[in-house]
């Protein structure tokens, strides 16, 4: 005990001792102490204002203002991101302002980007319409040329051989005396001209039909040019069209239709010269317009880079105080209202410098009362908090995946960092394939500080901060591979020749004739020679079987030896006698045991049956072994074997329920009865007595479930969890086999043609299907079931996982967003 007692102390092992402090600011200086606080990063503050709602706390203003503030900012970024200018660097020095300065500057540059851009809205629309009318005044007279002309030579026609004879008027038909009668009179033939979009044009042309009962003529053509449509800022095509109709009722039809396509109709006069004077007073006016538009752009670009220039620094500076504000919402006024109340949570080593932080605050706001900050006593448990590095923190946010740890628990990321990338070499062992990820993990590392300042997408973000887990993971891929001796499937004579040999010198086909071993063993990993031999799959099969099985009994052991050590530390022997002591007996007695017959199966070579001597154990635990003994009292040790694991179950059980409502009467013994005092002792000690007694209220029937479902888990827990160890076994084989297929079905395959395009082909496939199915799926699969392993296997033997991380005010973790 003294030897674990003086053992030196690790960083992530248990999290940092904390402490739970009260500030005592004056209100002159509260300010400027937030702010320090939060460039230290070390204190998380606690909320004393929890029952008020947000508009009822001190510094709602200012909150409010910092939130108007935000969304000006916003407005500004989005407006340099629609005229595509680039947010300059923020520069290495530029003077201090104060935010009233910058609250002024805002408004002024908002209302001057408001006004700029309803004047260029203005003129974009008279723009736009002005370039439509010289589109339907160009499209539109080659229209009204062509019906006038066609008129012409039918009214000739009919001149000629109808309306030349006399006597035609009383024999005409009703249709020529109508037709007569129109081009007499012409007026009574009308059009309406105008644009529409291409998208509309074919429904609106339907209802236009409809809508006059086919008594109209329909003309159209694209416009030369596409027009900006302001609300979606995008180049359209449109068409221009012109619609011949006669009567009243039928233009009142179309321009409702028009008005509901948002068609736009211009008047276009019959008369050539007219249309032409027109024209050329719709192009003056173009040119003037797009003058005017070019200098209005330039003039909103300068003011905006302007504003840029000094973007970045206004954002992290309103995000900055607006976290301050929040913060001081969070604490509270004393009776005198002259000081600021706050309560939290730091590291004990950070004491100092928060202690610096407040008197430099208390110097520079020239206070003449200074910050009392004090330790207080907490009931709640503290924050939990690790000190990580670039390296540790990808282990560590695996561990807080499945939950923060207890303060003070032991943290799994410790042996994570090695258990984690090993097991997932295991299922992946393949030398090739370590070194392809070996490769990407250091040039994520290698661009590391160019990455780290970019804004990554999602999937690229998640690779980037696991680059060191991927690195561990390649190398440790790689040792497997060896030992496997499988590189991409081929194995290699890279430690020396085989120690197999053909029978004779004569054998030509060492596959089907068989081996015998000549000298010693292969010096490491897996010899070259089992490689397509008969006996490759039995072998694999037992090797990584039974590795796997040793590889899940020793995490296994870990876990409850670690569940010692968080017992030890919070000095409870009741869990190290009636959990830890249990528990070892229980899991060693069978599998710690069938690992052993495992390793002694392996020195000497037997041919005993471990399926046999592990279920006859239990069914006939009094029988002989025979030819499935491996060594001297066996038998014996089988039967006290099964015997503690027995005792061991009922040994975690029932002790500790009735132990600890023993403990519990002991403790409360005698309390039935108190000191009399007077009314105003009674108010102020009897709720918190009363309260203290509810929280320590022992329910006996509520702690023996708890024993016996956590006794019941861990038993049929030993089973299971050692049967799923054995994914170990299937992943790799799996992985190994698919190797083999894309090996010898595809490269092999194609390489056995003459042809080039062949060879190419299967060596593009088998590329293929190594980096996307190999090297992404299968290191996924691998990935997630490692992670399986970790969060269920292993750290359900001593992991709570039930507190809560260490929030500090911190300048530097503030999000993202504006808000």
Same mark, same amino acid.
């Given at each position: ?8 102390? *690790? ?20 300010? =400027? ?6 460039? @230290?990063?070390?204190? &998380? ?16 203003? &200012? ?6 503030? /935000?969304?000006?900012? =916003? ?40 006004? *700029? ?11 736009? !319409? ?39 008027? $009383? ?32 429904? %609106? ?18 416009? $030369?040019?596409?027009? @900006? ?7 359209? !095509? ?89 913060? @001081? ?56 908090? %690790? =000190? ?20 003070? !628990? ?9 258990? %984690? ?6 299922? +992946? ?30 999937? #690229?973000? *998640? ?12 190398? +440790? ?51 070259? /020679? ?60 069978? +599998? ?21 001597? #592990?279920?006859? #154990? ?16 066996? /038998? ?44 105003? *002792? ?104 490692? @992670? ?22 911190? +300048? ?8």
């Amino acid at each position: 005990m003294e030897y674990i007692d003086n053992m030196p102390s *690790m960083d992530l092992m248990r999290s940092e001792k904390m402490t739970f402090v009260q500030l005592i600011i004056p209100a002159e200086s509260a300010h =400027r102490a937030v702010t320090y606080l939060g460039q @230290l990063g070390l204190l &998380q503050f606690r909320d004393l204002n929890a029952e008020k709602s947000p508009f009822q706390r001190t510094f709602v203003n &200012q909150v409010k203002r910092c939130v108007e503030m /935000s969304r000006k900012l =916003r407005y500004f970024k989005d407006q340099m991101h629609k005229a595509g200018l680039l947010l300059p660097p923020l520069p290495a020095s530029q003077p201090d302002i104060e935010l009233e300065e910058i609250e002024i500057q805002l408004a002024e540059h908002e209302h001057e980007l408001i006004e *700029m851009n309803a004047n260029s809205e203005k003129l974009r629309q008279s723009y736009n !319409e002005l370039l439509e009318f010289k589109m339907v005044l160009q499209k539109a007279s080659g229209f009204l040329v062509s019906s006038s002309s066609h008129t012409t030579d039918r009214e000739v026609e009919l001149d000629e051989n109808v309306y030349s004879n006399d006597n035609h008027a $009383d024999t005409a038909s009703l249709l020529e005396q109508e037709m007569r009668s129109e081009l007499s009179n012409q007026s009574g033939v009308r059009f309406i001209s105008g644009i529409i979009c291409t998208s509309k044009v074919l429904q %609106f042309e339907r209802i236009l039909f409809r809508a006059t009962r086919g008594n109209m003529l329909f003309n159209q053509a694209v416009a $030369d040019e596409e027009i @900006l449509d302001p609300s979606s800022n995008e180049m359209v !095509e449109k068409i221009v069209f012109v619609v011949f109709f006669s009567g009243e009722q039928a233009r009142t039809k179309i321009l409702k239709i028009c008005e509901a396509f948002g068609a736009n109709c211009y008047p276009v006069p019959e008369d050539t010269t007219k249309r032409r004077q027109i024209t050329q007073e719709v192009l003056s006016r173009l040119s003037e317009l797009e003058t005017t538009l070019d200098a209005g752009l330039l003039h909103r670009d300068k003011a905006l880079t302007s504003i840029g220039y000094h973007l970045t620094k206004w954002i992290n500076m309103v995000k900055t105080q607006k976290a301050v504000y929040d913060t @001081l919402n969070m604490l509270n006024f004393d009776v005198t209202k002259k000081c600021l109340v706050g309560e939290g949570w730091c590291p004990i080593f950070a004491k100092t410098k928060i202690q610096e932080a407040l008197q430099r605050a208390t110097f520079d706001s020239s206070s003449q009362v200074g910050i009392i900050f004090h330790v207080m006593d907490a009931v709640e448990s503290p924050p939990t908090y %690790f =000190r990580t590095n670039g390296f540790t923190n990808a282990f560590q946010e695996i561990v807080d995946a499945y939950g923060v740890a207890k303060y003070q !628990e032991a943290n799994p990321a410790v042996y994570t960092i090695v258990t %984690f990338p090993f097991l997932f070499a295991v299922m +992946f062992g393949d030398w090739g394939h370590g070194i392809c990820l070996l490769l990407g993990a250091l040039v994520l590392i290698a661009r590391e500080s160019k990455l780290s300042s970019q804004k990554l997408g999602s999937f #690229m973000e *998640m690779l980037f901060g696991g680059r060191y887990v991927l690195l561990l993971m390649s190398i +440790f891929s790689i040792y497997c591979g060896l030992i496997y001796n499988e590189f991409f499937s081929v194995p290699f004579h890279i430690f020396g020749d085989s120690a197999y040999k053909c029978q004779d010198a004569t054998c030509s086909n060492a596959q089907t004739v068989g081996l015998i071993k000549y000298k010693d063993p292969y010096p490491f990993g897996v010899d070259p /020679s089992w490689r397509g031999s008969r006996s490759e799959l039995p072998f694999l099969n037992s090797l990584k079987m039974k590795m796997s099985i040793l590889l899940g009994v020793a995490q296994m052991n870990l876990g409850i030896i670690i569940s010692y050590f968080n017992a030890h530390f919070f000095s409870s022997s009741l869990d190290i006698k009636y959990q830890f002591v249990p528990q070892v007996i229980f899991l060693n007695s069978l +599998f710690g045991y069938l690992s052993i017959l495992i390793v002694v199966k392996w020195c000497t070579g037997s041919q005993a049956d471990l399926y046999h001597v #592990m279920i006859y #154990m239990f069914l006939s635990p009094f029988e002989a072994l025979g030819e499935n003994r491996l060594f001297w009292g066996q /038998s014996v040790l089988q039967v006290v074997l099964l015997l503690l694991a027995l005792i061991a179950v009922p040994w975690m059980l029932f002790p500790k329920p009735f132990i600890l409502k023993r403990l519990h009467m002991e403790r409360f013994q005698g309390r039935t009865y108190g000191i009399l005092g007077t009314s105003e *002792m009674m108010s102020i000690d009897d709720e918190p007595d009363s309260a203290r007694e509810r929280a320590e209220e022992f329910n006996f029937s509520e702690v023996f479930v708890h024993q016996m479902i956590h006794s019941i888990e861990f038993v049929l827990g030993a089973v299971s969890n050692t049967a799923s160890y054995l994914r170990l076994w299937a992943l790799s084989l799996a992985h190994s086999e698919l190797s083999t297929v894309f090996y010898e079905k595809v490269l092999l395959l194609a390489w056995g043609y003459d042809n080039i395009i062949i060879r190419l082909v299967g060596l593009a496939v088998f590329a293929f299907a190594t980096a996307f199915i190999l090297l992404m799926m299968e290191t996924l699969s691998a990935f997630l079931h490692a @992670l399986r392993l970790h969060w269920v296997e292993f750290q359900n033997k001593f992991y709570h996982g039930d507190g809560y991380k260490f929030n500090p005010f911190s +300048f530097a973790l503030l999000a993202d967003d504006d808000d």
